[in-house]
């Protein structure tokens, strides 16, 4: 069965500081990958995704996520974090044309 | 290109009432979805359509939900006899169908009707 891990519920950084979001997957073929944004009240925003080709995808607003067949991972990047940042980011796995599978959450906060 | 609309943005209904949530795709996607959110949770799949074919539905899609498409546009999510656990962000989504992968695979997601059940 398909599943996603998003291990930090939440997670705090400095304005200006880089930014690591942790995705792990579970599927059983090639997986579509996913990270979505969420600002409080509102629908989901699309960062970045990821079908095929180079393992590492750049995304709006500065972020991007490297994915690892290896060790299941599609874990989310920004250099340098900005206040307008804080929300929260949900990683979602699927199959190619069909429902995602998302995980829990991380919520971010930025510090000032 | 408006994006995906959905109406209400907010719903309060009591116990037991029914209530009805509309999702306007954007024009061109014939494939559209329906998802809930928990607080605290990311989005759970519960159906979706291709033009007006309903193609899955989710175990969590009780009997007393029922979703349509009638014209192969908008769609109506329906919840009878509503309960407390109902209360949740009910999300739509919408994309194109292509053959392939390409730029055009995206769920595209609407504001969310937010429900709660007193």
């Known amino acids: 069965a398909q599943s996603v891990t998003q291990p930090d519920i939440h997670i705090t950084v400095s304005e200006g500081a880089s930014l690591e979001l942790r995705c792990n997957y579970s599927y059983g073929a090639t997986p579509y990958l996913f990270w979505y944004v969420q600002s409080p009240g509102q629908g989901l925003q699309l960062l970045l995704k990821?079908?095929?080709?180079?393992?590492l995808v750049q995304g709006i607003k500065g972020f991007e996520a490297e994915f690892k067949r290896s060790q299941s991972s599609f874990n989310l990047r920004k250099p340098s974090v900005h206040w307008s940042d804080a929300a929260e980011y949900f990683c979602a796995v699927g199959p190619y044309g069909n429902k995602l599978v998302f995980g829990a959450g991380t919520i971010l906060r930025v510090k000032s | 290109d408006t994006g995906v609309s959905q109406n209400p943005r907010h719903k309060i209904t009591k116990r037991g009432q029914n209530v009805t949530f509309r999702c306007d795709p954007i024009?061109?996607?014939?494939?559209l979805y329906w998802y809930r959110q928990t607080l605290g949770q990311g989005p759970e799949f519960l159906t979706y359509f291709q033009n007006e074919a309903q193609l899955e539905k989710s175990r969590l899609l009780s009997d007393r939900f029922s979703a349509e498409r009638p014209k192969g546009s908008f769609s109506t999510l329906e919840i009878q006899r509503t309960e407390q656990g109902d209360s949740a962000m009910y999300l739509c989504?919408?994309?194109?169908?292509?053959?392939?992968?390409?730029?055009?695979?995206?769920?595209?997601f609407g504001p969310g009707t937010r429900l709660t059940v007193l």
């Open positions: 989504a919408s994309r194109t169908s292509g053959r392939a992968p390409s730029s055009t695979d995206t769920q595209y």
């Open positions: 024009s061109e996607h014939n494939r």
């Open positions: 990821y079908f095929s080709g180079d393992t």
